[in-house]
């Protein structure tokens, strides 16, 4: 994987939903992480997710990175929002466009989509 051509702000923004949706969303952002180059993404990432952290209706975030260096998609970023307006709004701003084209994302491609949980289950449903 060598440089790519930067992505729009648009492009790093998950595509709207198909119908109007109610309830949190989760964004699931995956990226390709060329292996050496994870200090530079992870910096990278670090300094634009402080945008998100502050905005109306972010809930929580999780990033995480493949066990594999194989994968195509070794870093995954898991971050739940309170509505899908909300979600929109973080990613219309002056200030967003700023966050996901400064120098360095252009190494980084992702494939942004957002989700509503379905089922839920954990150990303690047993």
Known sequence: MNATSAMTPEERTA???DAPTTGGVTLMNR??????RDDEFLALWTRTSHYFRKQPGFLSLRLHRAVSTDAEYRWVNVANWDS???FRAA????????????????HFPSSPM?????????????
């Open 15 to 17: 595509p709207a939903a």
């Open 31 to 36: 990226f390709q992480v060329e292996p050496g």
């Open 91 to 106: 990613h219309t701003s002056d200030e967003f466009r700023a966050a996901v084209t400064q120098p360095g994302w252009e």
């Open 114 to 126: 957002l989700y509503q949980v379905v089922t839920e289950a954990s150990a303690s449903d047993q």
């Open 84 to 86: 899908e307006e909300h």
